[in-house]
């Protein structure tokens, strides 16, 4: 592991967009959603209610389903969603919080 001087941590955070850092999140949010909602379908034909529907994911992270559906939007600027929000999505979608950030 690397041990940097202060200089080289700032030009290393320096980056780091926020906004960009979000999109990101909220793109891997809705691939990942999709991911687990068509292995839960394909392996449970039988059973009528999927709970990765953006709708059953927005009533686990206690949002109505159109604030939640504003997450998953290509086109919405609002993608501010909460850490806890995310901790919550990477239990439920069986992801590393890492894994939400990569590109």
Do not use: G, W
């Not at 809705?30 to 059953?56: D, G, H, V």
């Not at 504003?70 to 439920?92: A, N, Q």
Request: glycine content about 0%.
């Amino acid at each position: 592991m690397a041990i940097y001087d202060f200089e080289k941590l700032q030009n290393m955070i320096s980056v780091v967009d926020k906004e960009e850092l979000y999109i990101t999140i909220c793109k891997n949010i809705k691939k990942f959603r999709l991911q687990r909602y068509n292995e839960f379908k394909s392996q449970n034909s039988q059973n009528t209610i999927n709970p990765f529907s953006s709708e059953n994911i927005a009533a686990l992270l206690d949002y109505n389903h159109n604030h939640y559906k504003r997450f998953e939007s290509d086109s919405d600027s609002t993608k501010m969603i909460p850490l806890e929000k995310v901790v919550k999505l990477s239990i439920i979608l069986d992801k590393s919080l890492d894994d939400f950030i990569k590109n």
